[in-house]
């Protein structure tokens, strides 16, 4: 069966320090990937995308991801994390089918130590 | 003013009462959907929708029923509410390239 991994339920780092969080999936040699940010009483904003092309995505707020496809990865980074990063954090992939289906990791919840 | 909208945003409601949850979006998306979110779970897909004509069953959705008014409204019922279905609903909607943006949700409580 399809899935996703988010392999940390929580994550504390100190602002300023650096950030990655974790992601693999199954299932699928070229899924379409996503990041999403969850923000305390919000709905989930996507961060960044990856379809196809350089597997090192930009995306908003200064966060990037890599896909590595041997690994079955998709982690996302960011060089220095602010107070307001805090969030949970979850992954996604497309279904492999055409029903246009995400598949969501369970999240990561990220606290920022001041 | 917000694409993906969502109404109520809380709700707290008795075992057996019918409930409905409505998304309405300004996004002209055709397709809709419907999740829950439970701690520890991520995001689990209800229902979706590709047109008013389309719906279609997702990997929960025993205990819940659609209906897609039009293009831009799909609400989600429990016809008989049950407490585990206490939990965080999200509207989505999604044009053809998968993205989907999502609406600020609505908790829902049952006693």
């Known amino acids: 069966a399809q899935s996703v991994t988010q392999p940390d339920i929580h994550i504390t780092v100190s602002e300023g320090a650096s950030l990655e969080l974790r992601c693999n999936y199954s299932?699928?040699?070229?899924?379409?990937l996503f990041w999403y940010v969850q923000s305390p009483g919000q709905g989930l904003q996507l961060l960044l995308k990856?379809?196809?092309?350089?597997?090192l995505v930009q995306g908003i707020k200064g966060f990037e991801a890599e896909f590595k496809r041997s690994q079955s990865s998709f982690n996302l980074r960011k060089p220095s994390v602010h107070w307001s990063d805090a969030a949970e954090y979850f992954c996604?992939?497309?279904?492999?089918?055409?029903?246009?289906?995400?598949?969501f990791g369970s999240g990561t919840r990220l606290l920022v130590r001041p | 003013d917000a694409d993906v909208t969502q109404t109520p945003r809380n709700r707290i409601t008795k075992t057996g009462k019918r409930i409905m949850l409505e998304c309405s979006q300004t996004?002209?998306?055709?397709?809709m959907y419907w999740y829950r979110q439970d701690p520890g779970l991520g995001l689990r897909l209800i229902y979706y929708?590709?047109?008013?004509?389309?719906?279609n069953k997702g990997e929960i959705s025993d205990g819940y029923s659609v209906s897609r008014q039009a293009q831009a409204k799909f609400s989600l019922s429990l016809e008989s509410a049950i407490p585990n279905q206490t939990a965080l609903y999200f509207c989505?909607?999604?044009?053809?390239?998968?993205?989907?943006?999502f609406g600020p949700g609505t908790r829902l409580t049952v006693t």
């Open positions: 996004k002209g998306h055709d397709r």
């Open positions: 989505a909607t999604s044009d053809h390239l998968y993205e989907q943006y």
């Open positions: 990856y379809f196809s092309g350089d597997t």
């Open positions: 929708s590709f047109d008013v004509k389309d719906i």
């Open positions: 996604a992939k497309s279904g492999v089918d055409s029903s246009y289906k995400l598949i």
């Open positions: 299932y699928g040699a070229t899924p379409y």
